[in-house]
């Protein structure tokens, strides 16, 4: 691997994502460039690493530039999220196509330190084909829900989560998830993919979020992943878990116990929600990031920052043409002040 003219050898490359790799076919294998990757550098030689990374992602997703992820990272970071950077690059093999390509950090053990205080903590991944329900006290019947990143293997503090956010009932929920979750940072993740239009989040199909728990604090806080269908992006060809798109501005249903209209459910989005206390936070946070990152041209400067990178440095791989409209359908989903 060839980055900034430096060669990286003998490093790890796997598709990323189960979804990824089963949508590979004959015609999607002959076009390796456009495949989500999972570079690792020290698979196979002790400490490798670019820029203090271990892992690199190189993202899919169903537009040409894929900026509307790389806005929306920048964005979630300027929310007070835990987020990942983000660099457009190019991509080819073996002297194949050049395309221009997202390349993001991973959720590792370097990322997790990088964002967050925690002394001791883990990190779990949840997978696209499971949900946050609880399943008993067997860690084996959690194999196909939650992958473990982070940490020393250790699925008690998750399984003790699901199981107070599953079996508790109303009032103790409405009482005590403070205890267990970062109530705050959930309330700005809920409302920050409401106006961002991103359908594919923890209560979409895909069941993206990855779970941090500081065993300090004893808490949870549910992290951002994949956000290549955000501003109303539609999936095609594998770009993402297929889903109708949230319109951008504010749509997830309060008080009722729906999690949105997603095609998605998620256990705790529903309690959440439902409860009076936790519905108002959420709606604090929604006003909050709509005046500060919307309403602020925050927003609008970073996509322009986009256009500029890539008009000056990409422009001999995608055209003018295709950077300003990508450009103008993010602008155009933004939420209205």
Not at 70 to 95: D, K, P, R, Y
Not at 273 to 281: F, G, I, R
Not at 300 to 313: C, F, G, R
């Amino acid at each position: 691997v060839t980055i900034d003219g430096t060669t990286y050898e003998n490093v790890g490359m796997r598709l990323k994502g189960n979804s990824s790799l089963f949508s590979v076919n004959a015609a999607s294998a002959e076009n390796p460039e456009d495949l989500p990757w999972l570079i690792r550098f020290d698979k196979f030689v002790d400490d490798q690493n670019y820029q203090g990374h271990n892992d690199i992602v190189i993202r899919s997703n169903s537009t040409e530039t894929s900026m509307n992820e790389a806005v929306a990272a920048e964005l979630l970071e300027a929310a007070g999220l835990a987020s990942q950077q983000a660099v457009s690059t190019t991509l080819s093999f073996n002297g194949g196509e050049t395309e221009i390509r997202l390349a993001m950090e991973n959720p590792d053990e370097v990322w997790e330190e990088a964002n967050f205080d925690s002394e001791e903590s883990a990190l779990y991944k949840a997978d696209s084909e499971g949900d946050y329900s609880f399943r008993g006290d067997d860690v084996d019947a959690y194999d196909e829900i939650f992958d473990q990143k982070v940490g020393e293997d250790d699925l008690e503090p998750l399984m003790d989560f699901l199981e107070f956010i599953n079996n508790s009932d109303d009032s103790t929920f409405g009482t005590d998830l403070d205890e267990w979750l970062d109530t705050e940072a959930f309330a700005t993740y809920l409302a920050f993919q409401n106006l961002i239009g991103n359908a594919d989040d923890i209560d979409g199909r895909g069941n993206n979020s990855y779970l941090q728990y500081d065993y300090e604090t004893e808490s949870m806080t549910v992290v951002n992943w994949d956000l290549n269908l955000a501003f109303n992006t539609a999936n095609v060809g594998g770009g993402g878990q297929a889903g109708g798109a949230r319109p951008a501005g504010g749509n997830r249903a309060v008080g009722g116990g729906a999690g949105g209209p997603s095609e998605g459910d998620n256990i705790l989005v529903n309690r959440f929600l439902a409860d009076e206390t936790y519905a108002q936070m959420y709606a604090d946070a929604t006003a909050e990031l709509t005046d500060s990152i919307f309403a602020s041209g925050f927003a609008a400067e970073v996509v322009s920052s986009w256009v500029d990178v890539l008009t000056d440095q990409a422009s001999d791989i995608v055209d003018t043409a295709t950077i300003e409209a990508d450009a103008a359908a993010i602008l155009a989903a933004m939420p209205s002040a």
